[in-house]
């Protein structure tokens, strides 16, 4: 199984770009979620979404959109991408919203110059 | 608001020694308690839980955790390192009443196992 894959795995933007980190599983999961890593704050929730149609905000939401038409997909956009964006995303899935095991895609390396 | 600390941001052992990560955390409520493990340029791999019942639990590789109601700690051990186990560890709670949109991340120690 292919689990959770995230595409693409590096990418380096212009300050004000915009580009789609793109998210998928397999699993058939209803919660996906967006986190970020950075050094010495260990992982952020930007946004997630508990099923088709619903999205919510995490805890550091600003300068990143999502949707979630399907089950599958869950993508996030930065509109107008800043240098405070660089970073390291995870998507992560689970079987609901309180299913104790997560998990995660293999990350994409975003640095924004 | 919850949290979890990793006081190390390092642990270095040596090969065939028992290891320790540390971790501490605090809720309002009855804590899920989680450690993951992210090996390099790889997604984060759900290691082991504690939800309820035996205070020891224990995961994949020989990985167990020790869960201490009264230190607020969920401390993750192995008897004997392995080099394969270095990696960065990461430890994880939510209040039971939360789902996984509160899950709180500590900021990681990274284990380096020295043949």
């Known amino acids: 199984n292919a689990g959770v894959t995230q595409t693409p795995k590096f990418q380096v933007l212009k300050t004000g770009q915009s580009m789609t980190l793109q998210c998928a599983q397999d699993?058939?999961?209803?919660?996906m979620s967006w986190y970020r890593q950075d050094p010495g704050m260990g992982l952020r929730l930007i946004h997630y979404s508990v099923g088709a149609g619903i999205t919510d905000q995490g805890e550091v939401p600003n300068g990143y959109n999502v949707s979630r038409s399907t089950t599958e997909d869950f993508p996030l956009r930065l509109l107008s991408a800043a240098p405070s964006q660089t970073s390291v995303y995870f998507c992560a899935s689970s079987q609901d919203r309180v299913s104790e095991k997560l998990f995660f895609g293999s990350g994409t390396q975003l640095s924004v110059l | 608001a919850q949290s979890v600390a990793q006081p190390e941001d390092q642990v270095n052992v040596a090969e065939g020694n028992p290891l320790t990560v540390k971790c501490t955390y605090s809720v309002s409520g009855n804590p899920y308690l989680f450690w993951y493990v992210q090996y390099p340029n790889r997604g984060l791999q759900f290691l082991l839980k504690y939800i309820t019942g035996d205070n020891l639990v224990k995961g994949s590789y020989g990985f167990e955790a020790e869960f201490n109601k009264s230190q607020t700690s969920f401390h993750l051990k192995k008897p004997s390192a392995l080099v394969s186990d270095s990696a960065l560890y990461f430890c994880a709670v939510r209040d039971i009443n939360f789902g996984n949109e509160k899950l709180t991340f500590g900021t990681g120690t990274r284990l380096t196992i020295i043949p």
């Open positions: 699993m058939n999961h209803e919660y």
